[in-house]
């Protein structure tokens, strides 16, 4: 079963398993949609009569949430799948030169994408972040605590995600592919580090 399709009793309990899936890459993802889905809540809450010469962008946050969220359950499918083709590249045979050569090219292009997939999400969730900061200041008030849940969450997520990046990291051989990951994922963290403080002074000023 997909992991978004299983309700968060059965997901707790695979990932309580001693199956490798769904592990670190899969509960960054769901992290990643729990974060998002607060933005939503707290823009939707943010609309109506009181807010409503704000509506256009609390629509636009909403729909652009959504998409976000789509695309966590895709890398969440993703990261399980990139997963299962490391395995395989390992269980190659490696008794003739050529055998060897053909394992060596499958896992690099494996953890190439076992490294890929999560530094998506760093992207994708400090995207959502950045959008969320935009509208810190105009937000419903009475719920700007959830705010700070939404960007401490999505911010757990982009580290979360960051530690798979870094396993496959060392995997791969190819240095000018390794270091552009390295500087692309260092470049995410330190976004959403000044993107939550950020929020995050303005819902402590808020909540008082």
Same mark, same amino acid.
């Given at each position: 079963?997909?992991?978004?399709?299983?309700? $968060?009793r059965q997901f707790i309990e695979a990932a309580c398993s001693a199956?490798?899936?769904?592990?670190?890459?899969?509960?960054?993802?769901?992290?990643?949609?729990?974060?998002? !889905?607060?933005?939503?809540?707290?823009?939707? @809450?943010?609309?109506?009569?009181?807010?409503?010469?704000?509506?256009?962008?609390?629509?636009? $946050? $909403?729909?652009?949430?959504?998409?976000?969220?789509?695309? #966590?359950?895709? $890398?969440?499918?993703?990261?399980?799948?990139?997963? *299962?083709? #490391?395995?395989?590249?390992?269980?190659? &045979?490696?008794?003739?030169d050529e055998n060897r050569a053909q394992r060596s090219e499958c896992?690099?292009?494996?953890?190439?994408?076992?490294?890929?997939? &999560?530094? *998506?999400?760093?992207?994708?969730?400090?995207?959502?972040?950045?959008?969320?900061? %935009?509208?810190?200041?105009? =937000?419903?008030?009475?719920?700007?605590?959830?705010?700070?849940?939404?960007?401490?969450? @999505?911010d757990a997520a982009i580290q979360s995600a960051w530690l798979t990046? %870094?396993?496959?990291?060392? !995997?791969?051989?190819?240095?000018?592919?390794?270091?552009? =990951?390295?500087?692309?994922?260092?470049?995410?963290?330190?976004?959403?580090?000044?993107?939550?403080?950020?929020?995050?002074?303005?819902?402590?000023?808020?909540?008082?």
């Amino acid at each position: 079963m997909k992991v978004f399709d299983q309700s $968060i009793r059965q997901f707790i309990e695979a990932a309580c398993s001693a199956s490798p899936t769904p592990g670190g890459g899969s509960v960054a993802a769901v992290s990643a949609a729990l974060g998002a !889905s607060m933005g939503s809540m707290v823009a939707s @809450l943010s609309t109506g009569t009181r807010f409503e010469k704000n509506a256009a962008q609390m629509n636009t $946050i $909403i729909a652009q949430i959504k998409t976000a969220i789509d695309e #966590f359950e895709q $890398i969440a499918k993703q990261d399980m799948e990139s997963f *299962r083709l #490391f395995m395989d590249a390992l269980k190659m &045979p490696k008794d003739t030169d050529e055998n060897r050569a053909q394992r060596s090219e499958c896992l690099q292009q494996a953890a190439i994408q076992a490294a890929n997939v &999560p530094l *998506r999400l760093m992207t994708q969730s400090r995207d959502i972040m950045a959008l969320l900061e %935009k509208a810190s200041q105009i =937000y419903n008030k009475n719920v700007i605590s959830d705010l700070g849940v939404a960007v401490i969450t @999505l911010d757990a997520a982009i580290q979360s995600a960051w530690l798979t990046v %870094k396993i496959n990291l060392s !995997s791969i051989k190819n240095e000018k592919t390794n270091s552009n =990951y390295e500087k692309q994922g260092m470049h995410l963290l330190n976004d959403a580090q000044k993107i939550k403080q950020s929020v995050m002074n303005v819902v402590m000023d808020k909540i008082g």
